[in-house]
């Protein structure tokens, strides 16, 4: 059985009666005391009330000592009820817990505009701050479900010299993905000390790679939120510098699966891709081309059928703002050629690029010839099952 204990933390899903389906649907992280805490959140003009309130809280203290997390209702578009609500979920777990309630953070995921159902979230809260355990971040994972299909939830050992360090994590989301975030949720854990100084950057710089890294159909929800805590348990000196740099790189690769499980799970798809653009003049114009590419209807369709039309990737590029010079392009997918020097390779080609298109996941590389800088995004293609899934999501 894999090990999903963090040093410093406890877990816990339960259902509390949001859900008419009887599934899990709230969930609590806690730390044993307020540690160093690093959010992302979503960039939508329409925020959802948890997220002002978390994000106000890390704005003035860098720490957190719980996060507390609703599914099947995103208290979004709520109106002064919805704050106060907000408020009252963070009151209610410090009171469980015996906490600040300035140390809890608040998430809420589900459809938006209806109230939260408070009476059953109070008793729901309370029951689960009487169950938690060091086991039970799977269960947190099942309890912040909406749509996904299956359970996102990862640990992993990092090492950094001869210090050995837990990390484990839960993502939510598999539709209205976008950069910038989207109707994801992440929170991750470590037992590793990390000062409260740098968390924050570190953060902000793992999620431009990973949660701001991934889209599925375009749209950026209103509840869009990405935490990570570190409990220092592991005891010994805060990491500093080139340890730190070790174990941000290792970090990245972590949550870069929790954020691939996302687009593996994405809504009717059954491909993830990444998007990888080379040779742009600055990271803006590489992020600017992949996601253009990325977010492609005609792309994405290309990607279910396993057809490679390239066309598609190169029309989307040059309608994407990006500078590129026509004559140097280079287009690959995996280790395949396509496409080189603003010239088709023919049909050989095109047959050894749809063996690579078979494949679950593979890479599309496009070099713009004008640079040095790089970005890369993951996507997934478009099926008449994202449709559907959409078209009946509130009924």
Aim: aromatic share 6%.
């Amino acid at each position: 059985m894999k090990d999903f204990s963090v040093n410093g933390f406890q877990f816990v899903g339960i259902h509390c009666g949001i859900k008419k389906s009887g599934k899990p649907d709230i969930g609590l992280i806690v730390a044993k005391k307020p540690v160093p805490c690093a959010g992302v959140f979503t960039t939508n003009q329409i925020v959802a009330a948890p997220v002002v309130q978390s994000r106000n809280k890390l704005a003035r203290s860098a720490q957190a000592q719980a996060v507390v997390i609703n599914s099947g209702n995103a208290n979004a578009c709520t109106g002064k009820q919805g704050e106060q609500d907000a408020r009252q979920m963070a009151v209610w777990t410090a009171s469980a817990i015996d906490c600040s309630p300035d140390d809890v953070q608040v998430c809420s995921t589900g459809v938006i505009g209806a109230p939260l159902p408070m009476a059953v979230i109070h008793e729901g809260i309370n029951t689960a701050a009487r169950s938690l355990s060091d086991e039970s971040l799977p269960d947190f994972a099942e309890a912040i479900r909406t749509t996904d299909t299956f359970a996102k939830v990862r640990s992993a050992h990092i090492t950094v010299g001869d210090r050995v360090f837990k990390v484990a994590g839960a993502s939510k989301g598999a539709g209205m993905i976008h950069p910038n975030m989207a109707t994801m949720l992440g929170v991750m854990v470590t037992d590793a000390p990390i000062q409260g100084s740098e968390i924050g950057d570190m953060w902000r710089r793992i999620c431009a790679h990973t949660f701001n890294a991934i889209t599925i159909d375009g749209d950026t929800s209103t509840n869009d939120t990405a935490l990570f805590m570190a409990s220092g348990a592991a005891g010994g000196t805060y990491l500093k510098g080139t340890d730190l740099a070790d174990f941000e790189a290792q970090l990245l690769t972590f949550t870069a699966e929790l954020a691939k499980d996302i687009v593996r799970d994405a809504e009717g798809g059954t491909k993830v891709v990444e998007i990888r653009v080379c040779g742009a003049l600055d990271i803006h114009e590489a992020k600017l081309a992949a996601n253009t590419i990325a977010l492609s209807p005609l792309v994405k369709t290309a990607i279910h059928g396993e057809d490679p039309n390239w066309g598609r990737i190169i029309a989307a590029a040059g309608r994407s703002g990006a500078k590129l010079d026509p004559n140097a392009l280079n287009l690959r997918f995996n280790d395949v050629n396509l496409y080189r020097e603003g010239e088709w390779l023919g049909t050989d080609s095109e047959k050894n690029a749809s063996q690579v298109m078979a494949q679950p996941e593979y890479i599309i590389t496009l070099n713009l010839g004008v640079g040095q800088a790089s970005h890369g995004v993951y996507t997934c293609d478009f099926s008449a099952d994202y449709i559907r899934i959409n078209a009946d999501y509130r009924s």
